[in-house]
Nanobody, 125 residues
């Protein structure tokens, strides 16, 4: 059983940056998702097992960067130019069996079998 832990959330202002971390991720494909109050959980970003492939949802392209540090067993989500609409609980998730290659696959909640408890990100205007 994998106990994922996210960290790095907080309260920031419009335009600020935050870096989220998720560990331990092993050599597993990893995704970041978020859930705003009253909304469904949505996909944000994905990184493959080796880190050679990353995918982002359109709303964060150019602002967010997902990366992994195998030595630290950690995946990061660098979030720049944050907006109030980025406010949500952010979750990381592991795909322990696969290494999906399509946008459809990496964005599916059902693709992932381990989830963290989430970290709150609040962006004030």
């Amino acid at each position: 059983q994998v106990q994922l832990v996210e960290s790095g959330g907080g309260l920031v202002q419009d335009g600020d940056s935050l870096r989220l971390a998720c560990a331990p991720i092993g050599m597993k494909a990893t995704g970041w998702f978020r859930q705003a109050p009253g909304k469904e959980r949505e996909y944000v970003a994905y990184i493959s097992r080796t880190g050679d492939r990353t995918v982002y949802t359109d709303s964060v392209k150019g602002r967010f960067t997902i990366s992994r540090d195998s030595a630290k067993n950690t995946v990061y989500l660098q979030m720049n130019s944050l907006k109030p609409e980025d406010t949500a609980v952010y979750y990381c998730a592991l795909d322990s069996l696969g290494d999906p290659t399509t946008h459809w696959a990496v964005s599916r909640l059902a693709q992932y079998d381990y989830w963290g408890q989430g970290t709150q990100v609040t962006v004030s205007s």
